[in-house]
T-cell receptor, first 113, second 111 residues
Framework: DVKVTQSSRYLVKRTGEKVFLECVQD?????MFWYRQDPGLGLRLIYF???????EKGDIPEGYSVSREKKERFSLILESASTNQTSMYLC????????????FGPGTRLTVT | QKEVEQNSGPLSVPEGAIASLNCTYS??????FFWYRQYSGKSPELIMS????GDKEDGRFTAQLNKASQYVSLLIRDSQPSDSATYLC???????????FGTGTSLTVIP
């Protein structure tokens, strides 16, 4: 059974703080993804990684960075949190093969005040 | 034009009826198609994947793909109140690992 875990379910941070969101998967997946989900806008891809130390920008990378030092772990970093980054953040992972099913973690509800 | 379009609903069906959810996509080279169910406050859960034209059945769920029309659908037979959720359609082009998601269709099954 695929398991993707995220470090926090709920997080409250202040404007300007540096925020780290962690994601860990236990299925030896090559690909890992960070999305944010907002009402009316759906899921939007922030960054993805297809290998250790490799990363690709998604549709909305501004204000975010990522780190993947180990295959199972993918971190999202908000360098200086702003109120417009209040959102649900979802991590997902998948194999890099013709079977590309993505599996999601439980999500982190981040509020920036 | 959005990559993936879904009718946002809400779609309401009585318990025991067939719920039909539809999705269109813009890029003809898209290769892989997925349906996710998302309960309020929860993360998306994969329920079906389909890669070739035609129908794919899994229990009460049937996914249908028509690449010529760039159309994917999900049928839920014998709908139950527990099926009430938002259903997300996702598409992968096959040229990379990026998925494109629709904004979801909200389904309510009325007991």
């Amino acid at each position: 059974d695929v398991k993707v875990t995220q470090s926090s379910r709920y997080l409250v941070k202040r404007t300007g703080e540096k925020v780290f969101l962690e994601c860990v998967q236990d299925m030896d997946h090559e690909n890992m993804f960070w999305y944010r989900q907002d009402p009316g806008l759906g899921l939007r891809l922030i960054y993805f990684s297809y290998d250790v130390k490799m990363k690709e920008k998604g549709d909305i990378p501004e204000g975010y960075s990522v780190s993947r030092e180990k295959k199972e772990r993918f971190s999202l970093i908000l360098e200086s949190a702003s109120t417009n980054q209040t959102s649900m953040y979802l991590c997902a992972s998948s194999h890099a093969s013709e079977v590309l099913e993505q599996y999601f973690g439980p999500g982190t509800r981040l509020t920036v005040t | 034009q959005k990559e993936v379009e879904q009718n946002s609903g809400p779609l309401s069906v009585p318990e025991g009826a067939i719920a039909s959810l539809n999705c269109t996509y813009s890029d003809r080279v898209s290769q892989s198609f997925f349906w996710y169910r998302q309960y309020s406050g929860k993360s998306p859960e994969l329920i079906m994947s389909i890669y070739s034209n035609g129908d794919k059945e899994d229990g009460r769920f049937t996914a249908q793909l028509n690449k010529a029309s760039q159309y994917v659908s999900l049928l839920i037979r014998d709908s139950q109140p527990s099926d009430s959720a938002t259903y997300l359609c996702a598409v992968n082009r096959g040229t990379g690992n990026q998925f494109y998601f629709g904004t979801g269709t909200s389904l309510t099954v009325i007991p």
